[in-house]
């Protein structure tokens, strides 16, 4: 829902990590704004320049890939997706149980291309890139992240 500046995107999205308040796991406040940024990229070139810069300036946490993810997921950038993972996957960040959930609410969405239908190169793919990130995290390891995981 749009917020009273009238940006479409949530003012949750951008708002700032709360460490005093529970552990923010791959969220901090020093990334708030170029997940701003990523969250309001108008082009496929845009997001991937953000996301870019984020990692040149040492800011590539998981929240920022989630919130590139949760874009390309959005706009079914499927090949965006794509380069977003390879670039997280080639920085060496991790991700926790609700990025992977993001991630794969991207792939599912990103599956159907933007014309009505699953796209049948995407579709084939799924299994795959869902079971690799189900692997890579893991099970949660505590209540919190368990109850993240089941949304």
Known sequence: SAGKSGSNVSPILKTPASPGFRN?????NK???IRGRIKQSQSEAELLQHV??????NLHEPSVFGSAM?????????ESLMEIQS?????GVPLFQVE?????????RCAVGLEF??????QR?????????????????????????LG
């Open 31 to 33: 990334a708030s704004a």
């Open 70 to 78: 949760q874009v390309c997921g959005y706009q079914r950038w499927w």
């Open 87 to 91: 670039l997280r996957v080639q920085a």
């Open 117 to 122: 239908g699953f796209v049948p190169e995407r």
């Open 52 to 57: 870019r810069e984020a990692c040149s300036t």
């Open 24 to 28: 923010t796991h791959g969220r901090s």
């Open 100 to 108: 992977k959930n993001i991630y794969l609410t991207a792939l599912a």
């Open 125 to 149: 793919q799924l299994v795959r890139l869902g079971r690799e990130v189900w692997d890579e995290v893991g099970p949660a390891t505590d209540v919190i992240n368990f109850q993240i995981g």
